[in-house]
């Protein structure tokens, strides 16, 4: 006998406050907010400021900025899941930490002007980290809180629009500016003004902790790092997914070296050509979520398109490794968008139909987004090797090969209405059966 499940039984959110149009908006506001101000520095800024500062040597400065950076994200990220989760404030368990992460993060953003050391970036940069990803790891539960099962693909292609339009406008929004302190302004302005106007619309009722619930003492909080893939194999798989397609998405982050490197581009004319690509690809990326999450809801498929974006990101960094010129890095670029759009509408809402918990939902949602931050981390670590021994060249196949693995690993992931079926890896939430059909 085969168990077909529907999640939708099981998952209705349990503060479904926020119109869904408005939430919406929120968790778009909040998210190009906080994106704003982490890709912008990623994708440009911190390539020039290291420049500044480092000369010749700002290319393993950044690798040790971006990565150290990347590790206050990976252990803010869960304990902020986990804090959030159990916040008891009249102002609202998530709306408190998107504030905080918003107002803090902003001021960090704008001290970076001020930063005339490569350590004093290294500081600075893993305090905006940490707390913007507070402010990422509140959103990112409001998919859980508050949208409903069968609207999720559609929710989480806004989401996927968000990730384009945040280093767009970021870089939008300096690339005509020359004076360093007033870019990083501009950026700080934005983001908090972003985070301001979520927190304005969200309606998030105060929590009222379990009876019995234990506090948040080292124990829990060191558990806000760990969930068991052998227990919750789904689960387990799906963070697979989620890393292996980060790693090859996370090239964007070495673009103005590799214009630099590969073509000649002076640094001061690097940020005009970042531009040029950040248009195509966010243009691509904005079409595809918008359109693809909608049509996974329609279809209740999702496996398919997060095959597709993995083989499309392998394929486009293929192109970008052997380009010999300027138009074919385009073309790849675009075919990188493409993918991208097509993850980043589907992978937020298949991540959360595995979720063990839905009490816990802040908190096992951010152990997910910990894929999205070992790659922040593990790239710039394995990059100075493959650059040495092959150049970009060796980088970009490298790459390549994780999005093919995280194609692959996705299959083991069960689609929508077969969450009961053993060739799968199993979700360990309690859900209830909606047909058993006999063979």
């Given amino acids: 006998m085969t168990v077909s499940l529907d999640p939708a039984v099981d998952e209705s959110p349990r503060n479904p406050a926020t119109p869904l149009p408005r939430l919406i908006a929120v968790m778009l506001s909040s998210n190009v907010g906080a994106l704003i101000a982490l890709l912008t520095p990623l994708q ?50 998530r709306r408190t930490w998107i504030l905080t992460g918003a107002i803090g993060g902003a001021l960090a953003v704008f001290a970076l002007g001020f930063t005339t050391e490569i350590w004093q970036v290294v500081i600075v940069w893993s305090i905006t980290q940490t707390l913007f990803n507070f402010q990422q790891a509140a959103t990112s539960a409001l998919l859980a809180d508050q949208v409903p099962p069968l609207r999720r693909g559609t929710v989480s292609g806004f989401i996927g629009l968000a990730a384009a339009l945040g280093p767009l406008l970021g870089i939008a929004a300096v690339s005509a500016i020359t004076d360093p302190l007033v870019q990083w302004g501009v950026i700080a302005v934005v983001s908090v003004v972003l985070g301001l106007l979520a927190v304005a619309l969200l309606r998030d009722p105060q929590h009222v902790p379990a ?14 790092f760990w969930l068991n893939p052998r227990k919750h194999p789904a689960f387990g798989w799906a963070w697979l997914v989620r890393f292996l397609i980060t790693c090859a998405y996370a090239s964007g982050t070495y673009n103005a070296f590799y214009l630099m490197d590969r073509f000649g581009i002076a640094p001061e004319a690097v ?16 079409v595809t979520s918008v359109v693809a999450g909608p049509i996974s809801d329609r279809l209740r498929r999702q496996k398919p398109f997060v095959v597709a974006a993995g083989v499309l990101a392998a394929g486009s960094l293929v192109l970008l490794a052997l380009a010999p010129s300027l138009e074919i890095v385009y073309l790849a670029v675009g075919v990188l968008g493409v993918g991208t759009g097509l993850f980043f509408s589907i992978d937020s809402a298949l991540c959360v139909r595995v979720l063990p918990s839905a009490e816990n939902a802040g908190k096992d949602f951010a152990i997910i987004n910990m894929a999205n931050t070992i790659p922040q981390s593990f790239v710039p670590f394995i990059a100075p090797f493959l650059l040495a021994v092959g150049g970009f060249t060796a980088l970009y196949v490298t790459l390549a090969l994780f999005g093919i693995l995280g194609a692959l690993a996705v299959l083991r992931i069960p689609e929508i209405g077969w969450e009961g079926d053993s060739r799968w890896a199993q979700i360990t939430r309690a859900v209830s059966p909606a047909r058993v059909p006999v063979p």
């Fill in 44 to 93: 440009l800024l911190l390539t020039l400021q290291t420049t500044r500062i480092a000369g010749d040597g700002a290319a393993a400065a950044f690798g040790v900025i971006t990565g150290v950076g990347a590790l206050f994200a990976l252990v803010a990220n869960p304990l902020a899941g986990r804090i959030s989760d159990r916040t008891a404030a009249r102002f609202g368990r």
């Fill in 211 to 224: 009876q019995g619930q234990a506090g948040l003492g080292l124990v829990e909080l060191l558990k806000s």
């Fill in 271 to 286: 940020g005009g050509a970042v531009l040029l690509l950040s248009l195509i690809s966010v243009g691509l990326l904005a």
